[in-house]
């Protein structure tokens, strides 16, 4: 059974703080992309990775950067933490298999940052 | 860059009616167009997919077309039940050889079927 797992359900943080979000998939995918999502703007994508160390910019980096050291683990990491940046955050991942095309979610990241 | 409108934002239907959401992308080199549903408190999770050499798709109660010309394809349900009321999110891509292409979704759909 395809599992993408994040490292949080909630997550509250003050302003200025560095956050990390974790996400770790068991299916040996080789791509991994943040999200964040907010009511009415859709799914927007933060960052992607299609390999091991490395990444590129989606629509809305700023702020953001992301680390994969390793191919079952992305994180994001919030370098200094504002008001504009509380949302749900989304991992995917896919395979460059048959089925590259589907991405597997993970449940979510609720952060809050005041 | 890559842009996909959702329409409409809400949709209330009665139960066993159907429900259409529509969207529009303006790459035309875009080749793969899934279908998202997510339930409330939940992830979402692919429903249906339509790619490019292809005009329509059918999976039981649910059905997606695509016209290229046009650049939009839509999300038809039949007999809709209360367990389809979810946000939907339709979503556009161009795939690079064997990676996964980023997903450019719509702003979502929020259905609501009531008994």
């Known amino acids: 059974d395809v599992k993408v797992t994040q490292s949080s359900r909630y997550l509250v943080k003050r302003t200025g703080e560095k956050v990390f979000l974790e996400c770790v998939q068991d299916?040996?995918?080789?791509?991994m992309f943040w999200y964040r999502q907010d009511p009415g703007l859709g799914l927007r994508l933060i960052y992607f990775s299609y390999d091991v160390k490395m990444k590129e910019k989606g629509d809305i980096p700023e702020g953001y950067s992301v680390s994969r050291e390793k191919k079952e683990r992305f994180s994001l990491i919030l370098e200094s933490a504002s008001t504009n940046q509380t949302s749900m955050y989304l991992c995917?991942?896919?395979?460059?298999?048959?089925?590259?095309?589907?991405?597997?979610f993970g449940p979510g990241t609720r952060l809050t940052v005041t | 860059g890559e842009n996909v409108e959702q329409h409409p934002s809400t949709l209330s239907v009665q139960e066993g009616d159907s429900a259409v959401i529509k969207c529009t992308y303006s790459d035309s080199a875009s080749n793969y167009f899934p279908w998202y549903k997510q339930e409330l408190g939940k992830r979402p999770q692919l429903i249906i997919d339509?790619?490019?050499?292809?005009g329509e798709k059918k999976d039981q109660r649910i059905a997606v077309t695509l016209n290229k010309t046009a650049k939009h394809f839509s999300l038809h349900i039949t007999e809709t039940q209360p367990e389809d009321s979810a946000v939907y999110f339709c979503?556009?891509?161009?795939?690079?050889?064997?990676?996964?292409?980023?997903?450019?979704f719509g702003q979502g759909t929020e259905l609501s079927v009531k008994p």
């Open positions: 979503a556009a891509s161009k795939a690079r050889n064997n990676q996964g292409g980023k997903l450019i």
């Open positions: 339509i790619r490019s050499n292809v």
């Open positions: 299916m040996d995918h080789e791509n």
């Open positions: 995917a991942s896919s395979s460059t298999g048959q089925s590259f095309y589907e991405q597997y």
